[in-house]
């Protein structure tokens, strides 16, 4: 069955430090792979995206994801954290195919940034 | 820009009772999604419809239905609310049309809860 993990439910940083949020998905196929952020109040809004091409994806806000196909992986990174950036980040996967369009999500990593 | 309008944002029922959620996508989108998102879990998908008709269907309940009418905006029709209920239902909207294809832009949600 479809299934995506992130590894980290937690995460506690200190600003300027160095951010990477796992995420696995368990079989391969044709994926559309997705990062959502979900501000504290907010709704989900879109990252980034892979769905073919470049596997390093740069998004929104100086994030970025590695795709590696042979990891089945879509790790998030950022350089450089700020405050701001504190929210639950879910990674999402839609698995080509029959299942037109639904995400799979994983269970969220919670980033907090201490100033 | 226009987004994905929920409404209520709030709803409090009791249980036995019925719940109609509304979802308003963005203006061209042909593609509506509902997810339920319990207390510290992942977005669920429930349900999806394109162009009226439903195009895929995944972990909801006998007890709701949905539909998408004329003018795409959906509703989500809870009937037997149980505890279990309590969640947060979001939608989100996509287009088929465009580069943007399978993107999902989602609404701020509507938190249900039943006493």
């Known amino acids: 069955a479809q299934s995506v993990s992130q590894h980290n439910h937690h995460v506690i940083l200190s600003e300027a430090a160095s951010l990477e949020l796992g995420c696995n998905y368990s079989y391969g196929g044709t994926v559309n792979l997705f990062w959502y952020v979900q501000y504290p109040g907010q709704h989900l809004q879109l990252l980034l995206k892979?769905?073919?091409?470049?596997?390093l994806v740069k998004g929104i806000k100086g994030f970025e994801a590695e795709f590696i196909k042979s990891k089945f992986s879509f790790n998030l990174r950022k350089p450089s954290v700020q405050w701001s950036d504190t929210a639950e980040y879910f990674c999402?996967?839609?698995?080509?195919?029959?299942?037109?369009?639904?995400?799979?999500f994983g269970r969220g990593t919670q980033l907090t940034v201490w100033p | 820009a226009a987004g994905v309008i929920q409404s209520p944002r709030h709803l409090i029922k009791e249980k036995r009772e019925t719940a109609t959620l509304k979802c308003y996508p963005i203006?061209?989108?042909?593609?509506v999604y509902w997810y339920q998102q319990g207390p510290g879990q992942d977005p669920q998908f429930l349900i999806s419809f394109y162009e009226k008709m439903q195009s895929d269907k995944g972990s909801i309940p006998d007890r709701f239905s949905a539909q998408q009418f004329s003018d795409y905006h959906s509703e989500l029709n809870m009937s037997s609310l149980e505890l279990g209920d309590s969640a947060l239902y979001f939608c989100?909207?996509?287009?088929?049309?465009?580069?943007?294809?399978?993107?999902?832009?989602f609404g701020p949600g509507t938190r249900l809860t039943v006493l």
């Open positions: 892979y769905f073919s091409g470049d596997p």
């Open positions: 989100a909207s996509s287009s088929r049309r465009g580069s943007s294809y399978n993107e999902q832009f």
């Open positions: 999402a996967v839609n698995w080509g195919g029959s299942t037109l369009g639904r995400l799979y």
């Open positions: 203006p061209r989108h042909d593609t």
